[in-house]
């Protein structure tokens, strides 16, 4: 696979590894102390050299949530922090059989053990402060991250402007994910944009509302998506405005 890095700001890195099939984003954060990088891809691309040459400050890795295509360059970092309840998931997709579906590029190892975020908890930068936001959905382990000092939210995969999954093994229910939603617009004075793990970057917060609106017409049958072969497998899909679930 390829790799492209952009500069948000003095402080903020977007890294995107991808080849004509797949891509995922990730993130590096500096502040005065140390760095946080927000996923770590699919794990063929010289990640560590690549944040090394941004910053000489220590990393530490923060993860959205378990799946293949975020978890694959951990192996690389001496500290990785993953959502508890995504350890399961995890686990199954640091198997070669899964990440050889995405990709036959030489692999990069995925760390065997992570910590495990604290409920309420920050990550302290140096005159930076994340916080992590719990959000099942996507996943039962997946967060988000706010970036109060520059007044935005990463937010992986929980929401994006295109489809986001919830009939993948490890999902969380519709229930919970509109709680998650919820929870992203009750904090969004906050912020002001989002930074996704894929598509479109960045996203103005209005598409939250929008999965919001699609998710009460799931749960109270007033919207209905259309049962088909999607590339996860046969599900339902309902499209709303410039966003998609399927489930």
Request: charged share 30%.
């Amino acid at each position: 696979m390829n790799y492209n890095v952009e500069k948000l700001n003095d402080n903020t890195w977007f890294i995107e590894e991808y080849d004509e099939t797949a891509s995922a984003y990730m993130y590096l954060l500096t502040g005065k102390n140390k760095a946080l990088l927000i996923d770590t891809g699919f794990g063929t691309i010289p990640l560590r050299k690549i944040c090394e040459e941004l910053t000489d400050l220590p990393i530490v890795v923060a993860l959205t949530h378990g799946h293949v295509d975020h978890i694959g360059g951990t192996g690389a970092f001496d500290e990785v922090w993953l959502e508890k309840a995504d350890k399961e998931l995890y686990a199954a997709h640091s198997k070669d059989e899964v990440r050889r579906i995405f990709t036959q590029d030489k692999l990069l190892p995925v760390k065997e053990t992570c910590k495990y975020y604290d409920d309420e908890m920050t990550f302290e930068l140096g005159d930076r402060t994340v916080r992590v936001i719990k959000t099942p959905g996507h996943s039962i382990g997946s967060v988000c991250f706010l970036d109060e000092k520059n007044r935005w939210m990463f937010t992986g995969d929980t929401c994006c402007k295109a489809h986001v999954l919830l009939q993948m093994e490890y999902a969380a229910t519709m229930e919970a994910y509109r709680d998650s939603l919820q929870k992203l617009i009750d904090l969004e004075t906050f912020y002001d944009i989002t930074w996704p793990g894929h598509h479109s970057k960045p996203v103005e917060k209005q598409v939250i509302h929008d999965f919001l609106t699609a998710v009460d017409g799931i749960l109270d049958g007033t919207m209905k998506g259309v049962s088909m072969e999607l590339p996860m497998g046969k599900a339902r899909l309902l499209e709303y405005k410039e966003i998609g679930i399927e489930y």
